[in-house]
Protein backbone atom coordinates (compact mmCIF):
# COMPACT_ATOMS: atom_id res chain seq x y z
CA UNK A 1 0.00 0.00 0.00
CA UNK A 2 3.14 2.76 0.99
CA UNK A 3 4.71 1.95 -2.12
CA UNK A 4 1.44 2.51 -4.27
CA UNK A 5 0.93 5.82 -2.56
CA UNK A 6 4.66 6.62 -3.63
CA UNK A 7 4.44 5.60 -6.70
CA UNK A 8 0.75 7.77 -7.17
CA UNK A 9 2.56 11.26 -5.83
CA UNK A 10 5.95 10.05 -7.77
CA UNK A 11 3.34 10.94 -10.86
CA UNK A 12 3.26 14.15 -12.12
CA UNK A 13 -0.16 14.46 -13.50
CA UNK A 14 -0.92 14.46 -9.58
CA UNK A 15 1.40 16.47 -8.08
CA UNK A 16 -0.10 19.58 -10.39
CA UNK A 17 -3.71 18.38 -9.09
CA UNK A 18 -2.22 18.46 -5.80
CA UNK A 19 -0.49 21.72 -5.56
CA UNK A 20 -3.61 23.29 -7.54
CA UNK A 21 -5.87 21.99 -5.03
CA UNK A 22 -3.66 23.03 -2.14
CA UNK A 23 -3.41 26.50 -3.48
CA UNK A 24 -7.33 26.55 -4.25
CA UNK A 25 -8.29 24.94 -0.29
CA UNK A 26 -5.77 28.20 0.51
CA UNK A 27 -8.00 30.63 -1.27
CA UNK A 28 -10.80 29.67 -0.52
CA UNK A 29 -10.61 29.10 3.05
CA UNK A 30 -9.15 32.84 3.64
CA UNK A 31 -12.20 34.48 1.58
CA UNK A 32 -14.51 32.53 2.54
CA UNK A 33 -13.15 33.47 6.75
CA UNK A 34 -15.04 36.97 5.46
CA UNK A 35 -17.84 36.00 3.84
CA UNK A 36 -18.82 33.80 7.33
CA UNK A 37 -17.95 37.14 9.47
CA UNK A 38 -19.74 39.03 7.58
CA UNK A 39 -22.55 36.43 8.25
CA UNK A 40 -22.76 35.30 4.06
CA UNK A 41 -22.21 31.84 4.20
CA UNK A 42 -24.86 30.86 1.94
CA UNK A 43 -23.60 33.59 -0.91
CA UNK A 44 -20.77 30.97 -1.75
CA UNK A 45 -23.43 28.51 -2.28
CA UNK A 46 -26.37 30.95 -4.37
CA UNK A 47 -22.64 31.97 -6.36
CA UNK A 48 -21.67 28.79 -7.44
CA UNK A 49 -25.13 27.14 -8.78
CA UNK A 50 -25.78 31.46 -10.25
CA UNK A 51 -22.26 30.37 -12.25
CA UNK A 52 -23.41 27.02 -13.85
CA UNK A 53 -25.84 28.85 -16.91
CA UNK A 54 -22.93 31.08 -16.98
CA UNK A 55 -20.59 27.79 -18.03
CA UNK A 56 -23.13 26.27 -20.19
CA UNK A 57 -23.89 29.47 -22.12
CA UNK A 58 -19.47 29.63 -22.82
CA UNK A 59 -19.34 25.89 -24.13
CA UNK A 60 -22.31 26.27 -26.20
CA UNK A 61 -20.94 29.12 -27.70
CA UNK A 62 -17.29 28.38 -28.08
CA UNK A 63 -18.16 24.41 -28.68
CA UNK A 64 -14.67 23.72 -26.04
CA UNK A 65 -14.15 23.08 -22.69
CA UNK A 66 -11.73 26.03 -21.98
CA UNK A 67 -11.70 26.88 -17.90
CA UNK A 68 -10.56 30.41 -19.09
CA UNK A 69 -13.91 30.67 -21.18
CA UNK A 70 -15.99 28.79 -18.55
CA UNK A 71 -14.65 31.42 -15.70
CA UNK A 72 -15.24 33.89 -17.80
CA UNK A 73 -18.81 32.75 -18.33
CA UNK A 74 -19.35 31.55 -14.80
CA UNK A 75 -18.30 35.11 -13.50
CA UNK A 76 -20.39 36.93 -15.34
CA UNK A 77 -23.63 34.61 -14.06
CA UNK A 78 -21.98 35.42 -11.01
CA UNK A 79 -22.40 38.58 -10.78
CA UNK A 80 -25.70 38.92 -12.81
CA UNK A 81 -26.97 36.45 -9.66
CA UNK A 82 -25.43 39.11 -6.98
CA UNK A 83 -27.00 42.29 -9.00
CA UNK A 84 -30.37 40.15 -8.93
CA UNK A 85 -29.81 39.35 -5.08
CA UNK A 86 -29.02 43.26 -4.39
CA UNK A 87 -32.06 44.64 -6.45
CA UNK A 88 -34.94 41.70 -4.79
CA UNK A 89 -33.47 43.11 -1.43
CA UNK A 90 -33.78 46.77 -2.22
CA UNK A 91 -36.64 47.30 -4.09
CA UNK A 92 -39.06 44.64 -2.36
CA UNK A 93 -40.03 43.52 1.65
CA UNK A 94 -38.15 40.14 1.19
CA UNK A 95 -34.62 39.31 3.15
CA UNK A 96 -31.44 38.31 1.75
CA UNK A 97 -31.79 34.77 2.98
CA UNK A 98 -35.07 34.81 0.87
CA UNK A 99 -33.48 35.96 -2.07
CA UNK A 100 -30.62 34.00 -2.07
CA UNK A 101 -33.00 30.90 -1.88
CA UNK A 102 -34.38 32.17 -5.11
CA UNK A 103 -31.42 33.76 -7.33
CA UNK A 104 -29.68 29.84 -6.31
CA UNK A 105 -33.13 28.16 -7.24
CA UNK A 106 -33.63 30.19 -10.23
CA UNK A 107 -30.33 30.26 -11.95
CA UNK A 108 -29.36 26.29 -10.62
CA UNK A 109 -32.46 25.22 -12.97
CA UNK A 110 -31.28 27.45 -16.10
CA UNK A 111 -28.18 25.54 -15.45
CA UNK A 112 -29.64 22.32 -15.15
CA UNK A 113 -31.66 22.68 -18.18
CA UNK A 114 -28.72 24.19 -20.73
CA UNK A 115 -26.65 21.31 -19.28
CA UNK A 116 -29.47 18.41 -20.32
CA UNK A 117 -29.97 20.33 -23.69
CA UNK A 118 -25.79 20.09 -24.18
CA UNK A 119 -25.90 16.61 -23.42
CA UNK A 120 -28.49 15.84 -25.93
CA UNK A 121 -27.18 18.17 -28.72
CA UNK A 122 -24.31 14.91 -29.89
CA UNK A 123 -21.57 17.33 -29.50
CA UNK A 124 -18.42 15.14 -29.26
CA UNK A 125 -16.73 18.01 -26.74
CA UNK A 126 -19.81 17.78 -24.21
CA UNK A 127 -18.39 14.55 -22.25
CA UNK A 128 -17.12 15.19 -19.28
CA UNK A 129 -18.90 18.59 -18.56
CA UNK A 130 -21.70 17.28 -16.04
CA UNK A 131 -18.08 16.99 -13.94
CA UNK A 132 -18.47 20.43 -12.96
CA UNK A 133 -21.74 19.47 -10.84
CA UNK A 134 -19.72 17.13 -8.19
CA UNK A 135 -15.74 18.08 -9.25
CA UNK A 136 -13.52 15.85 -11.04
CA UNK A 137 -9.86 16.99 -9.73
CA UNK A 138 -8.43 14.32 -12.22
CA UNK A 139 -9.83 16.03 -15.67
CA UNK A 140 -7.93 19.20 -14.86
CA UNK A 141 -5.25 19.82 -16.85
CA UNK A 142 -1.39 21.43 -16.60
CA UNK A 143 -2.81 25.22 -17.60
CA UNK A 144 -6.05 24.63 -15.40
CA UNK A 145 -3.63 24.13 -12.63
CA UNK A 146 -1.63 26.97 -13.59
CA UNK A 147 -4.80 29.16 -14.00
CA UNK A 148 -6.30 28.33 -10.49
CA UNK A 149 -3.07 28.93 -9.02
CA UNK A 150 -2.43 32.48 -10.28
CA UNK A 151 -6.23 33.62 -9.16
CA UNK A 152 -5.77 31.97 -5.88
CA UNK A 153 -2.54 33.68 -4.84
CA UNK A 154 -3.79 37.06 -6.40
CA UNK A 155 -6.67 36.56 -3.99
CA UNK A 156 -4.22 35.85 -1.10
CA UNK A 157 -2.35 38.91 -1.82
CA UNK A 158 -5.53 41.27 -2.38
CA UNK A 159 -6.62 39.56 1.58
CA UNK A 160 -3.14 40.25 2.96
CA UNK A 161 -3.04 43.62 1.78
CA UNK A 162 -6.14 45.12 2.60
CA UNK A 163 -6.64 42.92 5.89
CA UNK A 164 -7.08 45.56 8.23
CA UNK A 165 -9.56 47.27 5.71
CA UNK A 166 -11.41 43.82 4.95
CA UNK A 167 -11.72 43.83 9.17
CA UNK A 168 -13.26 46.62 9.70
CA UNK A 169 -16.08 45.97 7.54
CA UNK A 170 -16.64 42.79 8.60
CA UNK A 171 -16.95 43.73 11.97
CA UNK A 172 -17.71 47.33 12.25
CA UNK A 173 -18.81 48.63 8.99
CA UNK A 174 -20.62 52.22 10.46
CA UNK A 175 -16.93 52.74 12.20
CA UNK A 176 -15.27 51.99 8.96
CA UNK A 177 -17.19 54.70 7.44
CA UNK A 178 -16.39 57.21 9.87
CA UNK A 179 -13.16 56.65 9.66
CA UNK A 180 -13.40 57.85 6.07
CA UNK A 181 -13.34 54.27 4.45
CA UNK A 182 -15.48 53.59 1.02
CA UNK A 183 -17.21 51.03 2.83
CA UNK A 184 -19.45 50.14 -0.16
CA UNK A 185 -16.55 49.84 -2.33
CA UNK A 186 -14.68 47.38 -0.09
CA UNK A 187 -18.30 45.02 0.34
CA UNK A 188 -18.42 44.86 -3.28
CA UNK A 189 -14.62 44.06 -3.74
CA UNK A 190 -14.93 41.35 -1.38
CA UNK A 191 -18.66 39.74 -2.66
CA UNK A 192 -16.41 39.74 -6.17
CA UNK A 193 -13.76 37.85 -4.31
CA UNK A 194 -16.17 35.41 -3.24
CA UNK A 195 -17.39 34.85 -6.30
CA UNK A 196 -14.14 34.39 -8.36
CA UNK A 197 -12.81 31.92 -5.41
CA UNK A 198 -16.27 29.92 -6.04
CA UNK A 199 -15.44 30.12 -9.98
CA UNK A 200 -12.31 28.66 -9.76
CA UNK A 201 -12.99 26.14 -7.55
CA UNK A 202 -15.73 24.39 -9.60
CA UNK A 203 -13.96 22.32 -11.89
CA UNK A 204 -11.86 20.55 -8.55
CA UNK A 205 -15.25 20.76 -5.71
CA UNK A 206 -18.11 20.87 -7.91
CA UNK A 207 -21.15 23.36 -8.62
CA UNK A 208 -23.14 21.85 -5.50
CA UNK A 209 -20.23 21.55 -2.91
CA UNK A 210 -17.90 24.60 -3.63
CA UNK A 211 -19.45 26.35 -1.05
CA UNK A 212 -18.49 23.79 2.14
CA UNK A 213 -14.65 24.38 1.24
CA UNK A 214 -15.27 27.75 1.50
CA UNK A 215 -17.05 28.17 4.67
CA UNK A 216 -16.59 25.08 7.17
CA UNK A 217 -12.40 25.50 7.32
CA UNK A 218 -13.80 29.07 8.55
CA UNK A 219 -15.86 27.57 10.61
CA UNK A 220 -13.41 24.84 12.17
CA UNK A 221 -10.74 27.54 12.26
CA UNK A 222 -13.37 30.07 14.32
CA UNK A 223 -13.17 27.03 17.62
CA UNK A 224 -9.19 27.58 17.76
CA UNK A 225 -8.95 31.29 18.09
CA UNK A 226 -10.82 34.32 18.56
CA UNK A 227 -7.67 36.41 17.02
CA UNK A 228 -8.90 37.26 13.49
CA UNK A 229 -5.40 37.29 11.67
CA UNK A 230 -4.77 33.49 13.35
CA UNK A 231 -8.30 32.15 12.36
CA UNK A 232 -7.70 33.41 8.91
CA UNK A 233 -4.45 31.43 8.75
CA UNK A 234 -5.93 28.33 10.09
CA UNK A 235 -9.56 28.54 7.71
CA UNK A 236 -6.91 28.92 4.77
CA UNK A 237 -4.68 25.57 5.96
CA UNK A 238 -8.08 23.76 7.14
CA UNK A 239 -8.79 24.65 3.57
CA UNK A 240 -5.61 23.59 1.70
CA UNK A 241 -5.69 19.77 4.20
CA UNK A 242 -9.05 19.54 3.39
CA UNK A 243 -8.34 20.39 -1.13
CA UNK A 244 -5.70 17.90 -0.93
CA UNK A 245 -7.34 15.24 0.66
CA UNK A 246 -10.07 15.33 -1.81
CA UNK A 247 -8.09 16.11 -5.12
CA UNK A 248 -5.59 13.16 -3.39
CA UNK A 249 -8.27 10.38 -3.04
CA UNK A 250 -10.23 11.22 -6.31
CA UNK A 251 -7.45 10.89 -8.23
CA UNK A 252 -6.22 7.65 -6.83
CA UNK A 253 -9.68 6.20 -6.47
CA UNK A 254 -12.08 4.97 -9.58
CA UNK A 255 -14.99 6.90 -10.36
CA UNK A 256 -14.79 9.22 -6.87
CA UNK A 257 -15.79 12.70 -7.28
CA UNK A 258 -13.81 15.37 -5.88
CA UNK A 259 -16.32 17.12 -4.28
CA UNK A 260 -18.07 14.99 -1.70
CA UNK A 261 -14.69 13.83 -0.72
CA UNK A 262 -13.29 17.21 -0.09
CA UNK A 263 -16.39 18.21 1.88
CA UNK A 264 -16.24 15.50 4.03
CA UNK A 265 -12.76 15.95 4.70
CA UNK A 266 -13.36 19.49 5.95
CA UNK A 267 -16.29 17.66 7.57
CA UNK A 268 -13.91 16.26 9.61
CA UNK A 269 -11.34 18.88 10.42
CA UNK A 270 -14.82 20.84 11.64
CA UNK A 271 -15.64 17.61 14.37
CA UNK A 272 -12.07 17.53 15.33
CA UNK A 273 -12.14 21.37 16.16
CA UNK A 274 -15.89 21.20 17.75
CA UNK A 275 -14.88 17.74 20.07
CA UNK A 276 -11.18 19.33 20.68
CA UNK A 277 -10.26 22.87 20.43
CA UNK A 278 -9.12 24.55 23.76
CA UNK A 279 -11.34 26.41 24.88
CA UNK A 280 -14.70 25.86 22.39
CA UNK A 281 -14.59 22.82 22.17
CA UNK A 282 -17.03 20.61 23.59
CA UNK A 283 -14.59 18.32 25.58
CA UNK A 284 -12.95 21.43 27.03
CA UNK A 285 -16.55 22.69 28.30
CA UNK A 286 -16.91 19.51 29.89
CA UNK A 287 -13.44 19.54 31.61
CA UNK A 288 -14.16 23.31 33.12
CA UNK A 289 -17.63 22.27 33.67
CA UNK A 290 -16.58 19.30 35.92
CA UNK A 291 -14.50 21.23 37.23
CA UNK A 292 -16.28 24.25 38.04
CA UNK A 293 -18.61 21.61 39.91
CA UNK A 294 -15.95 20.20 41.57
CA UNK A 295 -15.18 23.71 43.06
CA UNK A 296 -18.61 24.55 43.78
CA UNK A 297 -18.69 20.94 45.94
CA UNK A 298 -15.58 21.53 47.48
CA UNK A 299 -16.96 25.16 48.53
CA UNK A 300 -20.17 23.72 49.78
CA UNK A 301 -18.22 20.94 51.76
CA UNK A 302 -16.34 23.54 53.30
CA UNK A 303 -18.90 25.79 54.76
CA UNK A 304 -20.59 22.79 55.71
CA UNK A 305 -17.10 21.63 58.20
CA UNK A 306 -17.41 25.53 59.43
CA UNK A 307 -20.85 25.51 60.08
CA UNK A 308 -20.76 22.58 61.89
CA UNK A 309 -17.24 23.52 63.99
CA UNK A 310 -19.19 26.96 64.86
CA UNK A 311 -22.36 25.01 65.72
CA UNK A 312 -19.64 22.59 68.24
CA UNK A 313 -18.37 25.48 69.46
CA UNK A 314 -21.69 27.06 70.82
CA UNK A 315 -22.94 23.54 72.08
CA UNK A 316 -19.54 23.85 74.34
CA UNK A 317 -20.45 27.44 75.83
Not at 35 to 56: E, V, Y
Not at 76 to 91: C, P
Not at 133 to 161: K, R, T
Request: charged share 10%; glycine share 10%.
Amino acid sequence: MLLNIVHWLADPNLQWILMGSLVLGLGSGVIGSFAFLRKQSLLGDALAHAALPGICIAFMLSGVKSIGLFIIGALVSGMLATFGISVITRYSRIKQDAALGIILSTFFGIGIVMMTKIQHSGNGNQSGLDKYLFGQAASMMLEDVYLMGAVSLLLLIMCALLFKEFKLVSFDPGFARGMGLKVAMLEQLMLFMTVVAVVIGIQAVGVVLIAALLITPAVAARYWTDTLGLMVILAGLFGALSGVTGALLSSTLTNLPTGPVTVLAATSLFAVSVLFAPNRGLIAKWIRRWRNRSSVRNSVQLASVHHSDKVLERGME
